[in-house]
């Protein structure tokens, strides 16, 4: 690549990486610029494993703006294109890359994933491993101990209780047995599920703990 062509896209992931700090700054920590920033960097170490090795820039890229088109958005958000057309008609980036990266977004979360799937619309994401590497950082980092944090911290902003009891309704706790708990039967990639084996059990031992507290209410 030439000195030329480095600096395009370094220019390019920096203003992505402002623009990106200044739209979650309004967010709940569960949403914010370090999940973000988090799940930027492990999809890229997901990336580098993978042969052969995925579009980098595409990988980060889109795990940089995953976030931009999710729970928060409300009927007056602009649309993800508008969004986004300062960085995708950058000189960085082919048209072909700028395709793809609007086709991984609305892609990457669980509950996209699931209704997808139901409609027999996922057909490309299934060898994308752009899609992929992206996917699995984002829900490694809904598992394991940082998961529990942000369920927690997203619970918080829900004005959801923690703890499941008798007079029923959603809880913190019943989240793990709804979502958490069967993330690692749908990652992709060799290093997304050993690592969501590991951070599966984490959770299950917090479980296992938290039934024990709870003991002592009865």
Known sequence: MSQSKVDEVQDLLNKAEVFVRAHMAGYDPSH???HVDRVRRVALKIAKTLDPQPDLLVVELAALFHDLDGKYR???SPTLSSLLA???SHPAL???QSDLILQI???V???SELKLSRNGEWTWQSTCPELHAVQDSDRLDAVGSVGIMRCAAFSCKANRKLLQDDEGGGSAEEHFEEKLLRIRERMKTPFGKEEAERRHQTMVNFLSSLSKEKELLQ
Do not use: G, K, Q
């Open 105 to 107: 977004i609305p892609s």
């Open 109 to 111: 979360s669980y509950t």
């Open 74 to 76: 409300t009927p007056t």
């Open 32 to 34: 914010d610029w370090p």
């Open 86 to 88: 300062p960085f995708l």
């Open 94 to 96: 082919s048209p072909s």
